[in-house]
């Protein structure tokens, strides 16, 4: 059973940092890449930022772009997302997602979120 | 980037009732060489993460009601639910996978 759990939220003055964490297991994770999507309170569905399976390349929204570092240590079996300079807009819940389209159908799994709010 | 735009914003349906949701991408995301459409459907409800309903524009995932189907191709496409049911009530998202991925801005179904 593939699951993905996420840690690392939590209260962060504007201008902080934070990292995220999501322990994956149930498939071989260094062989899938993983991506982080976030959803503001009361507001729709955000697509963040993306690693490759050896985490060689890196894809960030324009929102974030600057200021988080996306990474995964493969032998953790673990996924971050470094996020510098927050600001208000930046709070939401934050989703690990793993989601495949490299075979003929869709694999995609979600953690349950983690809360990252960003206020003084 | 790719944008996609859903209409409407929300919809109210009675029960047993047709609701159409359209979604747009600002480009075509149809790739000839395997003749698919990198769209998917996702249904979310509240306090929950987003739930995977259709991909390739018109593939429905395993367990997922056969009310729900999927249309469309190039930049336009359509989410059916072909007779409203009380639990599908929620907010629907659009998704394009073809470059990088991208959301539309959602819209609620309600009764």
């Known amino acids: 059973e593939v699951q993905l759990l996420e840690s690392g939220g939590g209260l962060v003055q504007p201008g902080g940092s934070l990292r995220l964490s999501c322990v994956a297991s149930g498939f071989t994770f260094s062989s899938y890449a993983m991506s982080w999507v976030r959803q503001a309170p009361g507001k729709g569905l955000e697509w963040v930022s993306g690693i490759g399976g050896s985490g060689d390349i890196t894809y960030y929204a324009d929102s974030v772009k600057g200021r988080s570092t996306i990474s995964r240590d493969n032998s953790r079996s673990t996924l971050f997302l470094q996020m510098n300079s927050l600001r208000a807009e930046d709070t939401a819940i934050y989703y690990c997602n793993y989601f495949d389209s490299s075979g003929s159908g869709v694999l995609d799994y979600w953690g349950q979120g983690v809360l990252v709010t960003v206020s003084s | 980037d790719i944008v996609m735009t859903q209409s409407p914003d929300s919809l109210a349906v009675s029960l047993g009732e047709r609701a159409t949701i359209n979604c747009k991408s600002s480009?075509?995301?149809?790739?000839?060489?395997?003749?698919?459409?990198?769209l998917a459907w996702y249904q979310q409800k509240p306090g929950q993460p987003p739930k995977l309903l259709i991909s390739?524009?018109?593939t429905r995932e395993s367990g997922v009601p056969d009310r729900f189907s999927g249309s469309g191709s190039g930049t336009h496409f359509t989410l059916t639910i072909s007779s409203l049911q009380a639990e599908d009530v929620a907010v629907y998202y659009c998704h394009q996978y073809y470059s990088a991925r991208t959301f539309g801005q959602g819209t609620k179904v309600e009764v």
């Open positions: 390739w524009a018109s």
């Open positions: 480009q075509s995301i149809f790739y000839n060489p395997n003749n698919k459409n990198y």
